[in-house]
């Protein structure tokens, strides 16, 4: 009740104007004074009652603010893991899918399957089977391999040991080749005797770099066959599974007439990788910007219309038998 008449007394008509003034300053003291400050314990739910509502309110809200953050965090790990199946059970999907049918570009920028023909899928599968090789140099059927290599390169030389310097002749970088395979893998060795065996003389040629004027630090040969073999695995889209570039679609159609589409499409990468260092008159630093040039005439040629095998790509004719 003091307080009431704390308020009441401004009001009156026989309160002077000196009088107002010390009783406005007793109402500002008292209510900017800090809850509870100078309250007894006693007198708490009596002077401070509206206070405690607030503070009720304020608690009450927190916890609502709690509890829809908790909310929202279990919506948002639900949503996390519902999507994630999802996108597990797509991509099983796409792999069981891949096994059967490819996809194919139509001019609208859709994807439509493409059906393999047995022989086809057949193929496919064994040169995916290829690339999960690696170069074992512990495995005697990969030594034998090398040697063979080195036997069609060098047919009136003695064979080295599998660890020398003179593997660098034929364009491994170390003393021992099989460092060099990396992500080429064993395929990419059964590329280079592929090549030597079916195109010789192409084959001598690029590797005595015999054609044009050249520069004075040249590609090595050999690791150069390596990395044509890893950019068409690449290019064809062979790792992934899901054939969905233009290149990769004209590519299993050759696999129909030619269980060879990928080595004499490497032996066609191979010349002209050499062709396009010649016109550029290249050097050892601007390697990879020729294999990024080569890639790009193998594709278009790959996807022009009217080729049905490696045989009928224009670069072929540049291949020597």
């Known amino acids: 009740m003091a307080s ?5 007394r401004p009001f009156s008509a026989d309160a002077d104007k000196t009088s107002e003034k010390p009783m406005e300053t007793t109402v500002s003291d008292s209510t900017i004074e800090p809850l509870l400050e100078n309250a007894s314990h006693e007198d708490k739910p009596k002077i401070y009652g509206a206070p405690s509502r607030s503070d009720s309110w304020d608690w009450t809200r927190r916890e609502c603010l709690r509890w829809l953050h908790l909310l929202s965090n279990f919506i948002a790990q639900s949503t996390r893991k519902i999507v994630n199946v999802i996108t597990d059970f797509g991509s099983l999907l796409a792999r069981l899918f891949g096994r059967s ?7 609208n920028g859709q994807t439509v399957p ?17 690339l999960d090789v690696p170069y074992d140099c512990d495995c005697l059927k990969h030594q034998d391999a090398l040697k063979e290599l080195w036997r069609l390169a060098y ?4 064979l080295p040991p599998l660890k020398s310097d003179v593997w660098k002749e034929m364009g491994w970088q ?8 990396r992500a080429g893998g064993f395929m990419s060795l059964e590329n280079l005797i592929y090549f030597a065996r079916n195109y010789p003389d192409s084959f001598h040629r690029l590797l005595h770099k015999a054609d044009g004027k050249r520069a004075e630090w040249e590609y090595p040969f050999a690791a150069a066959g390596v990395n044509i073999s890893y950019m068409l695995v690449q290019m064809l889209d062979l790792q992934s599974g899901n054939m969905s570039t233009k290149a990769a679609l004209h590519f299993v159609r050759l696999l129909e007439e030619d ?6 499409l490497f032996c066609v990468a191979f010349q002209m990788l050499d062709a396009h260092w010649l016109e550029r008159r290249a050097s050892y630093m601007e390697f990879n910007e020729v294999l990024k040039s080569t890639r790009v005439q193998l594709e278009q040629e790959l996807t022009s219309e009217g080729i049905s095998s490696v045989q009928n790509m224009p670069s ?6």
């Open 259 to 264: 269980d060879a589409a990928f080595d004499n």
């Open 174 to 181: 170390n003393s021992d080749p099989s460092t060099d395979f």
């Open 4 to 8: 009431k008449a704390i308020r009441r």
């Open 101 to 107: 049918s490819a996809t194919q570009s139509s001019q």
């Open 114 to 130: 493409i059906n393999l023909s047995p022989i086809q899928e057949e193929r496919l599968k064994l040169l995916r089977q290829r």
């Open 316 to 321: 072929f004719q540049i291949l020597k038998r």
């Open 155 to 158: 047919p009136d030389r003695e």
